[in-house]
């Protein structure tokens, strides 16, 4: 049974997208410097889960190198695997908290502004 692919955005748009599939595995280890064997347990532990063309190669995103660039920057610092897992979570909580704060403090300058120009509430 063929297994289905979510619709990729080809040429251009493909280019300006960082999710888009572009990159095969031997692209990928020729720009990181990792060996193919490397990239393929990184998906086995879930690290990075590259979408699969029709013919079944793996094709990496510029975000899911991005993800690997970090992941080798790491063990190359001697974390290892199950360091990186934790400190790649704790950076998307952290980023999830700044999201948060900023969403915060937008509505709470935009609720301030309210307020002062509402000459009923003062």
Do not use: C, N, W
Request: hydrophobic residues 30%; negative net charge.
């Amino acid at each position: 049974m063929p297994r289905e692919h979510p619709q990729a955005p080809r040429g251009a748009d493909a280019l300006d997208d960082p999710s888009a599939p572009l990159y095969t595995i031997g692209q990928v280890s020729d720009l990181l410097g990792m060996p193919a064997a490397t990239l393929r347990r990184l998906e086995d532990e879930r690290f990075v889960v590259p979408q699969r063309s029709d013919g079944g190669q793996r094709r990496y995103s510029r975000d899911e190198v991005d993800r690997l660039h970090e992941i080798r920057q790491l063990t190359d610092e001697g974390v290892t695997l199950p360091g990186v897992r934790k400190v790649l979570e704790l950076r998307r909580r952290v980023d999830e908290l700044e999201d948060q704060l900023a969403r915060r403090d937008t509505h709470s300058a935009t609720s301030g502004e309210r307020v002062a120009r509402d000459p009923a509430v003062q």
